[in-house]
């Protein structure tokens, strides 16, 4: 007996447009990338995480119709194993992206303008350089907030380094966020942010004791390499074995927080934070932050640099 193949012997499927970026950087192949999904209207949130798995980039983000007029876009944001309420990357790629390739949907950007996001509204001015859109500038959706210090000696565990590498000239070890919480610890030089080695069973401790952050426990290590008046140079890694990626090549959201702690340990209002990360993973990152009044809510800026566009099926 034949079954019957009426229902089934065609699947249908609906088609999307996408692109890939590489953030926070003007060469191709550096910076950090990111997928983006151009309308994401018919997809529910399990089709969001079964592509951002497919990526497998540190997120991929999903643009939807405006849920107010306060707005442009929806932009959800999913990392390969869960959604998360704010990242600094995706949103720079999004506008990026909705700057090069969504005008005749949504009309030209408007020189400022509000995502709609989980973790709040998120501002954004395009950035344009001889009349092209050339990246983004975002304000992080939150001000500053400081969870709690972190004992030195589990930093030192987590990456492999000596006690003596994690110092507080700066600030103590903490978890601070302005969207999305990591810890973060001052190394006495380059040399200790080079021998970084990270070890996922310190990792997993550090979760289990807290404070949480993301991925249960993400740690941005940072050295103070220059400072020449208000501005402020600063080479960070970010890791978070327990998520994905273990180590990534830029991370706004981490690069706010750690300007907004900077501002306050320097007891400054203004000020600019030029943070390069991905260095020792050969895909070097220049984030740039602004700091600018006492909420200390950071603006975070990058370049941007088209990789792909194409179409998929789901």
């Known amino acids: 007996m034949t079954p019957d193949l009426q229902d089934n012997s065609v699947m249908k499927t609906n088609t999307l447009s996408f692109s890939t970026v590489d953030v926070f950087t003007r ?31 540190s997120e991929t983000t999903f643009i939807l119709p405006p849920r107010d007029a306060g707005s442009i876009a929806q932009v ?34 408007p020189d400022v303008a509000v995502l709609d996001e989980l973790g709040g509204p998120v501002r954004i001015w395009p ?38 590498d994690i110092v507080s000239d700066k600030f103590p070890p903490c978890v601070a966020s302005v969207g ?21 069973a310190a990792f997993r401790g550090a979760a289990q004791t807290g404070p949480e952050t993301v991925d249960g426990f993400a740690v941005c290590a940072f050295v103070v390499t220059q400072q020449t008046g208000s501005t402020t140079a600063i080479r960070s890694r970010v890791f978070s074995p327990l998520g994905h990626p273990p180590e990534d090549p830029a991370t706004g959201s981490a690069s706010g927080a750690l300007a907004a702690l900077l501002s306050c340990a320097q007891d400054q209002d203004t000020g600019l934070f030029t943070i390069t990360q991905g260095v020792e993973m050969g895909r070097r990152s ?25 179409t998929m099926s789901v």
């Open 76 to 109: 959800r944001i999913f990392t390969p194993h869960a959604e998360v309420p704010f990242a600094g990357h995706p949103n720079i790629g999004t506008v990026f992206v909705m700057a090069h390739e969504d005008t005749a949907a949504r009309g030209p950007l």
């Open 27 to 57: 060469e191709r192949f550096s910076g950090n990338p990111v997928a983006v999904i151009h309308d994401a209207r018919d997809l529910d949130p399990s089709q969001m995480q079964a592509i951002a798995r497919e990526f497998g980039y």
């Open 180 to 200: 999305l919480p990591f810890a973060f610890a001052e190394l006495r030089n380059l040399d200790a942010l080079a021998a970084i080695e990270t070890d996922a």
């Open 286 to 310: 220049e984030i740039d932050v602004e700091i600018n009044g006492q909420d200390r809510q950071p603006r975070i800026r990058g370049h941007c640099v088209m990789v792909s566009r194409g």
């Open 127 to 164: 950035l344009r350089e001889a009349q092209q859109f050339i990246g983004a500038q975002i304000e992080a959706p939150q001000p500053l907030q400081t969870v709690g210090e972190v004992d030195p000696n589990v930093i030192a565990r987590c990456l492999g380094l000596d006690l003596a």
